[in-house]
């Protein structure tokens, strides 16, 4: 089992940034793909960014240029720094963890406003 905690979320204001951290435990050594999926009041959650082990990465279009994912294998860690935050990237942050794909291990979420 895996085991994933979120970290980072609150209120900012339109324009301004936030680091969310993600802390890995357990049987890590499993993992191959890390991410970051949101979900919005009445939407669908959808994958925001997605890191796999040789370092590749994967965004939504709706967050390319202004997030990034990156990985810290000797924390167990997993980032999403969110720069030029619009009102629309309020929602609930999950991170998730997996063997081919991140979606078979979720942590809990943690909520990112930005308000206007």
């Known amino acids: 089992q895996v085991q994933l905690v979120e970290f980072g979320g609150g209120l900012v204001q339109v324009g301004g940034s936030l680091r969310l951290s993600c802390a890995a435990s357990?049987?890590?050594?499993?993992?191959?793909?890390m991410g970051w999926y949101r979900q919005a009041p009445g939407k669908q959650r959808e994958l925001a960014a997605a890191i796999i082990s040789g370092g590749s990465t994967n965004y939504a279009d709706s967050v390319k240029g202004r997030f990034t994912i990156s990985r810290d294998n000797a924390k167990d860690t997993v980032y999403l720094q969110m720069n030029s935050l619009k009102p629309e990237d309020t929602a609930v942050y999950y991170c998730?963890?997996?063997?081919?794909?991140?979606?078979?291990?979720w942590g809990k979420g943690t909520l990112v406003t930005v308000s206007s």
């Open positions: 998730a963890a997996g063997i081919l794909s991140p979606r078979d291990y």
């Open positions: 357990g049987s890590i050594f499993i993992i191959n793909a």
